[in-house]
């Protein structure tokens, strides 16, 4: 967007699945190439005395700026700012910080991060001192949500709205639409299809799901759970009992992965698309971009209450939502939406106006650039 818009873009970064690249997409990149093992345990001393990820960084963002005379810094997520206000100090270069997350209310979620030795050294509970003193010092902010927004706002009264662009995770229709529905993909007939796509974890809601299962078979014998995603390394056992419950046999279908261009067949093999994701700070940051493209294809959604993603399916009438992590509540909805074929179409094709009027990359792109420019001509005052 920011291309089409005029700006040229650079962007300093890792290599891409360790290839080499000078361009991408008409983007210039450096890339730094370091160890994946200092990656991660750089990023774990991150604020602490012992932060020379951030110092490094410091050094090879400076660099940046000054072979490549940088008007702006658009940073990509928290844990990166640090290293970005070091090195644009000299310089004075303004900068916007791209939150994909809650990341002080994420990383006390990371199974990386409270284990030994990265408990010890990233102190999750200092992360929310951390994010202040950043945002003191920053100039923009790009936030998933109008919800996370006011949050912000009323966590720390210095913000204000101008400094604010709101950027939810959306779908290309141009890209979505040019992918082809393969009706040979899966076979679905006589079954009813719940499609859940992401990654699977006790904090993205999918135990509850599966805890309902064995009720739901009783109650709705040709039920079908469809998973696509990898399985978190600390949930695998967890997970395999479930897929090799005698009870849930023929219940459950799990992918590992499947190729983007193939989702949109998936959902069109559905009957209900599924985010159940566990209610707390990080998922209530923002809507994930699932539901958006659960939406496009016309199905109707079964969320849990995240506030973000509940407010879009009642301002839209698009699904149903659930208590997060209430088995009952889930059944009970599941219920209501296999009961009715007729409440599945219509709020399936609501999800599908909604996208097609505003939730997409093309119509968003104009007020995204907008803001964005708002923002730059404030900063060079």
Not at 160 to 168: A, D, R
Not at 251 to 277: A, E, F, G, N
Request: proline residues 5%.
């Amino acid at each position: 967007m920011l291309i089409q818009a005029g700006y040229s873009v650079l962007i300093v970064c890792y290599p891409a699945s360790g290839h080499n690249h000078s361009n991408h997409k008409g983007i210039k990149l450096v890339e730094i190439n370091r160890p994946k093992k200092w990656i991660r345990n750089g990023r774990a001393l991150i604020g602490s005395i012992l932060d020379v990820y951030t110092k490094k960084w410091a050094s090879y963002i400076h660099q940046f700026i000054e072979d490549n005379k940088i008007d702006i810094l658009h940073v990509h997520d928290l844990y990166m700012a640090l290293a970005a206000i070091q090195a644009a100090g000299k310089s004075g270069v303004p900068i916007i910080v791209d939150l994909h997350e809650n990341y002080p209310a994420a990383i006390r979620t990371y199974n990386w991060a409270n284990k030994l030795p990265h408990k010890i050294l990233v102190r999750p509970q200092q992360w929310r001192s951390l994010e202040e003193r950043i945002f003191r010092q920053i100039d923009g902010l790009i936030v998933l949500s109008e919800y996370y927004k006011n949050q912000l706002m009323q966590r720390y009264p210095f913000l204000n709205e101008s400094q604010f662009v709101v950027y939810p995770n959306l779908p290309s229709i141009k890209e979505f639409e040019q992918y082809p529905i393969l009706d040979d993909l899966i076979d679905t007939s006589g079954r009813f299809t719940l499609l859940y796509f992401g990654a699977i974890a006790e904090r993205r809601g999918i135990f509850t799901v599966l805890e309902a299962l064995p009720r739901l078979v009783a109650k709705i014998p040709e039920i079908l759970v469809l998973l696509i995603g990898p399985v978190d390394k600390a949930d695998q056992t967890r997970f395999k009992n479930y897929l090799h419950n005698p009870e849930l046999q023929g219940h459950i279908i799990h992918y590992r992965w499947k190729d983007i261009r193939y989702l949109p067949s998936y959902i069109t093999k559905s009957d209900v698309c599924l985010s159940p994701i566990i209610k707390n700070e990080q998922h209530e940051s923002g809507v994930a971009n699932k539901i958006f493209q659960y939406m496009l294809f016309e199905k109707p959604l079964l969320v849990s209450n995240c506030v973000p993603q509940e407010e879009i399916v009642n301002k839209y009438q698009c699904g149903l939502s659930f208590e997060s992590q209430s088995t009952g509540d889930l059944i009970e909805k599941t219920l209501i939406l296999y009961n009715n074929r007729n409440l599945r179409q219509t709020i399936g094709k609501n999800g599908r106006t909604a996208v097609l009027e505003k939730y997409n990359v093309e119509e968003y792109s104009k007020y995204y650039i907008e803001q964005y420019q708002i923002i730059y001509n404030s900063m060079r005052k």
